[in-house]
């Protein structure tokens, strides 16, 4: 049997050119479907999926009416002496055709598993949209990318009906392996069918098997490679050098990037939200400033705004006299212009990337390849990973992937940088460890700093002025001594940590009815009209009782009796009933912290125990929904940098 072999040219020829030109143009359609938040997306993506869910004939069908002699585009062709049909170029339009949509909803599948927020990463590093694509999204969606190229390469070399009605069966010439295997079976010739058939299955699973074998000899060869340099899979915290004196991360500024004097960030927006309308006004200068509020509240998305991944609906954002936006002049600054560096709650390190690679991302491109070595060195010293620059971040513990992400948003040399919660995935060791790298870098970082956290004590130590906001509002701003200790409404109270709360009423001008305790409360401060509530926080909470415990006045003192307690290592918290027994254990009116020494010393002495709600304790608080509760005025200079 003399058996010509033309047809397993053509096809492979066809089908690896169709796959490429498929590869292409499915990954920009799924690239800009990605990102498509406009009307009719259903429609267009049900379009470029068509081909799919469509028998071939009927696609070779409208490639023939396009392309043929009285078609649009044939018409136009021929203009040129240039004719498609029946031609090998047919069979390649045809092939591309049906293999396009397996491409494109194969990599739209792969980009929608990517974690939005190292995209949100790459641009606040500068990175252009373009980069973003070919450096972030095609690596990390690479596993679904081989496999829409295996299945449009099997589509497209097994194509048959598009094929043979827009190139027909010419032997030498459009006759690929599936017509031949038609035509084959047609004539009676069965041998000869089973032999191409043979080969269809024999390139098909040869180009299947030499992919997989290939994506999984990658990791291997990469852990015997570090195995064999002595290097652990991962490293354990407790073997880094807490223990020596911690290093600032440096901030090299540059003749293109210079920080004018003073620093300010100045921020007016407005955004309509699902829950509730964002409207801030807030000015801040290089100190560190905490933004803190319940979950949902608008913190994180305040950020985002000014990075700029989220638009305002109105308002304007002013970092150091620059507008990054404003809505009344059509301002609205790119990304990778806003001189940004952000923190992520997630760390939103590069998996594809090393450490070294991770923190050089954001650098300058005009930089000679030393310089990059020189800048990325220091930041790894800054943060105490030296030595690990060549390691993956799945290779490092979380605490040293956090000093990763903080060492790269600093090698940028932003104007500003945006901490999202930075500590809240470490455990407490760690988060002790790297809140002190935090503050010892921020007071060498010469931008401004805005700090998103749900801890109290956290953003207390970090940040020396604080807003507090709530379902989008704020409802307190200043030093953070003042908010803690003079917070004038119930919710700015919650917020930053009492627990101890009653109804109150007005009794007199110096004293107060507080109807959920049963008492009645002397109090120095000046009684606002709007009165609401009394509270008192469970630290400050005074036994009279004890042994060497000093009482300043023997005013608003009750007598006390022990609900029940709960221990931490350290304290103990006790819930209290107030002037009668409690009757359950949720019959209780305070809480109270105490040192377990204290509660040792109240254990020997017999209940009713003897507890001072101080008058200088009481904090008086209006409604958080009172009008005047939203009145903001932007913070000064004097107040934010501590001036009195």
Known sequence: MNLDFSPVWISLKTAALATVIAFFLGAIAARAMFRYRGKGKSLIDGILTAPLVLPATVVGFFLLLLLGKYGP????????????VFTWYAAVIAATVVAFPLMYKTALGAFQQIDTNLLASARTLGATEWRVFWRILVPLARPGLISGVLLSFARALGEFGATLMLAGSIPGRTQTIP??????????????????????????LSIVVGVNYWNDRRPHQRRKKRAKEGYLTLVDESLLPWDHPLTPLTWESSSTNILPNPIELIVDIQKKLPEFTLDVSFSSNQLPLGLLGSSGAGKSFILRCIAGLETPDEGCIILNGRVLFDSRR?????????????LFQNYALFPHLTVAQNIAFGLPKTLSP???????????????????GDRYPQELSGGQQQRVALARAIASEPDILLLDEPFSALDTYLRDQLEKLL????????????FVSH?????????????????????????????????????????????????????????????????????????????????????HLIFTGLKGEQTRSYENIFPAWLTTASETQHRMTLYLK??????????????V?????TWNALQKLPQPWQIQLHPTRLLLLQNANSPMCFEYKPISPSIMSGEQ
Not at 181 to 191: H, K
Not at 330 to 340: F, T, Y
Not at 439 to 450: E, K
Not at 456 to 480: F, S, V
Request: glycine letters at 6%; charged letters at 20%.
């Open 330 to 342: 059509g301002i609205n600054l790119p990304i990778r212009e806003r001189r940004v560096g952000f």
């Open 73 to 84: 585009i044939g018409r136009l062709l021929r203009l040129f002496d240039i004719n498609v």
């Open 593 to 597: 912290e105490v040192f377990k020494n």
């Open 179 to 204: 017509i031949a295997i038609f035509f084959a079976a047609e004539s009676g010739d069965t041998q000869e069918a089973m032999l191409w058939v043979g080969m269809m299955l024999t390139l098909s």
């Open 578 to 591: 107030l002037n009668s027994a409690p009757t359950s254990p949720f019959d209780y009116h305070l809480q």
């Open 370 to 388: 030393l310089a990059i070595r020189q800048r990325v060195e220091k930041q790894l010293i800054g943060v105490q990973l030296q030595g690990l």
């Open 439 to 450: 503050r010892l870098s921020l007071t060498h970082f010469p931008g401004a700093t805005l």
């Open 455 to 539: 801890n109290l004590e956290e953003a207390y130590r970090i940040c020396p002025n604080l807003l507090i906001l709530d379902e989008g509002q704020i409802i307190a701003h200043g030093p953070k001594q003042d908010i803690f200790d003079f917070p004038q409404y119930f919710r700015v109270a919650q917020l930053t940590g009492c627990k101890n709360f009653s109804r109150a009423l007005i009794h007199s001008e110096n004293t107060i009815t507080a109807l959920d305790w049963g008492c009645t409360l002397r109090v120095y401060e000046p009684i606002p009209e709007s009165l609401a509530h009394v509270g008192i926080r469970a630290h």
